[in-house]
Structures are given as C-alpha cells and as structure tokens.
C-alpha cells in the first residue's frame, strides 16, 4: 500500500472492478478430478468480459459456498476476488435482508417484506466486507461498478475511502414508488448509500424517478432533475446522477444459436416428444413469486376447462427453474404452483398427451434455445419484473419470423418490446383471451410483430447498455465537487 494524503491505495493494476453479489464461475470438477472453475452463463458477464479484458479487470463476489475462505484466482482474464460468506451471513443477508426485505418491498410488495434489526446489521457488515475487497484491489482512479440491491451501502462506502474513484451502480430490479418505500426503517441508509455512486443506472425511467424522489424526501440532497447534491454535513461531496439504462442480451449469440442445425434438430424432437401438438406454449422462469407463474397456470387451465384450446392440441412447457430454496415464501410457491400443475394435469391429461410438461430445473443456453425454437408461444406473466431477459432471448431466438411473446405489463421488457402481446396478470379473463388470440395469430402478423422486436434487440443488445453506461459515466465523472 502506497500512502495518499490519508488515502490508502493498492500498488494493483486493476483499473476496472466489477462488484456483484455472484462471482460468475460455477465450480467443476475437472476430467482428471481436480476442482475447477467455468465461466457462468448470463448476459452480464457476456457484455463486461471484453471491456474486463481490454482493460486491467476484477470481479468481486460470493463464490456460492458459505464457510470457505478463498484466495484471489484468474479465470478468462479476469481477476477474481472472492467474498466469504458465513452460514450466518447467508441467513441474514442473502435470505434475510436482500431476499426477504429487499426483494419484495422492491417488488410492488407481493408477499410482505420482513424488517428486521439482526438482518440490517448484518446486510451493514457484508456490505463493507464487499466495499473493503474492492479497496484491496481497486488501482488509483479505477472505475467500478457495483451491481444490484444486495450491495446498495457499497457505492457510499467506497466513497469515503476512496475519492479517487469513478463509481457506477445498477439496479437490476425494479426501484419502488416511494409510498412503498416508505416501509422501509433504513431507508435513509441505503438511498444515501447508492447516492455515493456518481451514476445509479435503472431498468427503467420510473425507476429512476422514485430514486431521485426517494432522495428528495427522506434524505438532505438537493435535486435538481435527475441529480442530487449533499448538503456539506455529508461525508460525500459527490453529485449523483440516477438515470434509465435498460439491460438487454447477446442477441447475435443467440440468433447464431438459433441457427444451429443441432439444435434446430433438437427443437424438433422436444415437440416430437410432446406427441406434436398443434401448439406448444412456454414458460421459463425462476421459481420466484414475482413471475405470475400462478396466474398463468389459473389461466391456461381455464382456457382448458372452456375448451377455448383442446387438450391434445395444447401442451405448456413449465421451466421453473430451482431458486432461494431455503426461504419459506419459495418453498410455499413451490408447493402451490406444483398443486396447481397437478391439478391440471390431472383434470386435462390422457394416456398419450400431457398439458402441462413442469421441469423444475435449470438448462444449459443450448437446451433454453431449443425450447424457444420449439415453442409457438411464450408466456411472461410477472406481476412486476426488472427487466425479464427470458422474453428477449425468445425474440433474439427468432429471427425465422415465428412465434408470438405473450408479455406481462409490469415488466421492463415491455417498454421496449411493444409488438409483444401485452397482458395484464392480475385480469384473467383479459390474460386468457390474449393467450387464445395468441396462439391463433396468423403467421403474417406473427412475423411482422417478431421482425420489428428481432431489429430492436439487433441494435440494444447488452454490449451496448455497457457502453452506454460506462460512456455516461466516465463523462460525468469531472462533476465531482472539490
Ligand atoms: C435476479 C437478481 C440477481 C440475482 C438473480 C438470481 O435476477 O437481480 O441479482 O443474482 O435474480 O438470484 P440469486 O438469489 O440466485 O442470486
């Protein structure tokens, strides 16, 4: 460590750090045995790999067992810096604040958030674990860019140590009104906390609006438009712009995909094996409470009992993909939507067709674009989503001009992806009439519709909401006040 005034700076070369709740590694066994690292799927890691590798990059996250204490590893070029997490910390601040808390006051309050005192301390000291292995490697003057809601104290931590720095966050999920916002005991903490960032990045505008709003009334910024400035009690003298950066997909990786004959092959025999119906239908999703996943059920099986769609001709394919098992309003999900897919296919099934194909695993990239390839209609039906990158991977899928994205209102994706049929979850009569309409639509309208989505994501794709980010950020970095 080199001393700077009172500033203590790593003699690293790391001019670029990622932080975010997940490494993205997956652990393997190697073919001789030995334990090893391969690079997880997802778009975000997709899109920071070559800005990682054209710079000095490091990433800084959990590596996904608790108890274990790793040391820093390279692995494609990038720098990975591991946090520990204890069993403990994996209660309180995973399950607890950031899945329990967090996650649903974000989430339009689905199920009720839980506050508790023990959660917030220890979401406080895994937060500044996080923002201390970022000061460990972070060169002078590095940019970082701190990622999602499970690390929202980071930005203001990392500032106070560390003027020197350029600091980035964003949110992948939604950021709530501030009528619900409200709830929360500490929200003075953590909107101060994001605050430290010179830019907060957004899903969408109205996200980026409650922030800005939340910070006018229950902090002392001064706003003015999309940027706030701390009175001179702060401990941070920075000026904070939040503003609208939607995240999208590797949509050239998976039209190149969608063309491999392999898995053209593949799509062909998923159909087979579902007896070839006339029309298959798709869901994928976490098995989270945010993605309607019981709504849709309750539609679809309506739509069987009236006969609008006759079992036989109609199969849904259910991913519903193994997700934060351990907390009770998962487990209690899982119980409900399993009741419900018995239930239908109990009703609706005979000996030679299924209705409803439920997988409750998670797929490799490969297998989702057969899946995609392979159905005729996709189901999005959140009651309230970030984003949704499932429906814009089912587009990016389809350039041959087939197939309808039947499209949730309360999700990110539908700002942008308007020649969707949009529904509203919550009205199950309007839901099952579109999903009807959708799985009628002739295949002219279909390629119209799916063309016009197919060019959209052609040109936002997630190598350029990365660019566009760093690009905003790195110019409003000179506004920092002296
Ligand atoms: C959402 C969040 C991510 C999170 C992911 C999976 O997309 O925005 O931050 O990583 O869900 O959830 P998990 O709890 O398994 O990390």
């Not at 997940?22 to 920071?48: M, Y």
């Not at 190149?256 to 062909?268: F, N, V």
């Not at 297998?367 to 189901?379: F, R, S, T």
Request: glycine share 6%; hydrophobic share 40%.
């Amino acid at each position: 460590m080199s001393q700077d005034a009172e500033i203590q700076i790593p003699d690293t070369d790391y001019d670029f750090v990622v932080v975010a709740n997940r490494l993205p590694v997956d652990r393997i066994t190697n073919e001789d045995g030995s334990p090893g690292w391969r690079r997880s799927p997802g778009g975000l890691v997709t899109a920071l790999a070559p800005i990682m590798a054209a710079s000095t990059g490091a990433w800084v996250g959990w590596h996904g067992a608790t108890d274990e204490v790793l040391e820093d590893f390279d692995k494609d070029e990038i720098h990975m810096v591991p946090v520990p997490l204890s069993e403990e910390d994996l209660q309180l601040y995973y399950e607890g604040f950031s899945n329990s808390t967090l996650w649903p006051l974000y989430h339009d309050v689905i199920v009720p958030p839980e506050y508790h005192r023990t959660w917030w301390e220890n979401y406080r000291k895994v937060n500044r674990r996080f923002a201390d292995a970022v000061l460990r490697v972070a060169a002078r003057g590095a940019t970082v860019w701190v990622h999602d809601y499970q690390l929202q104290l980071v930005p203001k931590m990392l500032r106070e140590a560390r003027p020197d720095l350029r600091i980035g966050f964003f949110n992948h999920i939604p950021f709530p009104p501030a009528s619900l916002f409200s709830q929360l005991p500490w929200r003075r903490q953590i909107l101060e906390g994001l605050a430290g960032a010179d830019l907060v990045g957004f899903q969408r505008e109205t996200d980026a609006a409650n922030f800005v709003r939340g910070l006018r009334r229950y902090t002392n910024y001064s706003v003015k438009g999309h940027e706030a400035t701390p009175d001179a009690s702060h401990s941070v003298q920075n000026v904070c712009r939040a503003a609208a950066h939607p995240i999208s997909i590797d949509t050239a990786d998976v039209a190149e995909l969608s063309k491999d004959p392999q898995i053209q092959e593949r799509a062909r025999q998923i159909r087979e094996g579902l007896g070839n119906p006339k029309t298959v239908m798709l869901g994928v999703d976490r098995l989270d409470y945010t993605k309607g996943i019981r709504h849709r059920l309750k539609a679809y099986g309506e739509i069987l009992a009236d006969k609008q769609l006759k079992a036989g001709e109609v199969c849904l394919i259910q991913v519903a993909s193994p997700s934060r098992e351990n907390v009770d309003r998962y487990i209690q999900l899982r119980n409900q939507v399993e009741l419900m897919v018995g239930q239908i296919t109990g009703q609706h099934d005979t000996l030679s067709h299924t209705t409803v194909r439920y997988l409750h695993h998670s797929y490799p990239m490969r297998e989702m674009i057969a899946m995609y390839l392979a159905a005729d209609v996709l189901l999005v039906t959140s009651l309230r989503d970030g984003m949704n990158l499932v429906a814009k991977e089912y587009v990016a899928a389809h350039q041959d001009g087939k197939g309808v994205l039947v499209l949730s209102e309360f999700t990110g994706a539908a700002d942008q992806l308007t020649q969707a049929v949009l529904v509203n979850p919550h009205d199950i009569d309007g839901m099952k009439q579109r999903i009807v309409d959708a799985a009628n639509m002739s295949p002219q309208e279909q390629s119209r519709r799916m063309r016009r989505m197919f060019r959209h994501l052609e040109e936002h794709d997630v190598m350029r909401w990365s660019n566009k980010f760093l690009e905003e950020l790195a110019a409003i970095k000179s506004r920092v006040k002296a």
